[in-house]
């Protein structure tokens, strides 16, 4: 005669009950449930971007290449004292050597001069690495290239180190003579005012209040 296991009556309640509850949920994944530390979608951090650099050094290198050119092309072609017209008397070549600053004022204080324009050249550079616009980069470009050509004058022209004399050349009527590197800079303290009146700071972002 064959005797029948008998399963506990508590082991098969268990079961029942093991079967009929439903299965203990997962924890969810923190990356789609989303964690604190995470950031918030809606203000995403800003983003660096090289192709500013790329443009602030490109506007500066070409605007120092032309300066440099066009005084090299001065010196050869035109003898002081002996302006040639362009254009009537809206503009001509007049060659003279400047040894102080814009329009000729400061003479005699060339070294302090250079020194000033190496400090901004180098605040430029340091400032570059924040920029986050098209404007600033263009601006922060011509005021390097401009900065820099004149700050060559300064040091490696006659008559001695730091006592060069600036190479100026282009006269319009009723203004100073200037050269490319004057006018890169002007340029550049124009688009530098116009970004400050529209509200865009230095990294691209705008300034709500405006």
């Known amino acids: 005669m064959q005797r029948t296991r008998r399963t506990p009556l508590n082991q098969t ?9 439903e299965p203990t949920p997962e924890p969810a994944d923190h990356e789609s449930a989303g964690s604190p530390s995470s950031p918030d979608p809606a203000t995403p951090p800003p983003k660096k971007s090289w192709k500013w650099t790329l443009i602030f050094a490109a506007v500066g290198l070409v605007i120092l290449g032309l300066d440099q050119l066009t005084k090299a092309l001065a010196l050869q072609h035109l003898t002081p004292g002996e302006p040639v017209n362009v254009i009537g008397s809206l503009l001509k070549f007049n060659l003279i050597r400047n040894s102080g600053a814009a329009f000729s004022l400061g003479a005699g204080y060339t070294p302090y001069i250079s020194v000033i324009q190496i400090t901004v050249a180098a605040g ?9 616009s098209v404007g600033w980069a263009i601006a922060f ?8 050509g004149n700050i060559m004058d300064r040091v490696f022209r006659e008559p001695s180190p730091f006592h060069g004399h600036v190479i100026d050349f282009l006269q319009t009527p009723h203004w100073a003579i200037f050269n490319v590197a004057d006018m890169a800079v002007t340029t550049a303290a124009c688009l530098l005012v116009l970004q400050t009146l529209r509200g865009v700071r230095l990294d691209g972002t705008k300034d709500q209040r405006k």
């Open 141 to 148: 470009g011509l005021l390097f290239g401009g900065a820099v």
């Open 13 to 21: 309640s268990s079961r029942q009950a093991g079967d009929d509850a």
């Open 124 to 132: 430029v550079v340091y400032l570059s690495r924040r920029l986050g």
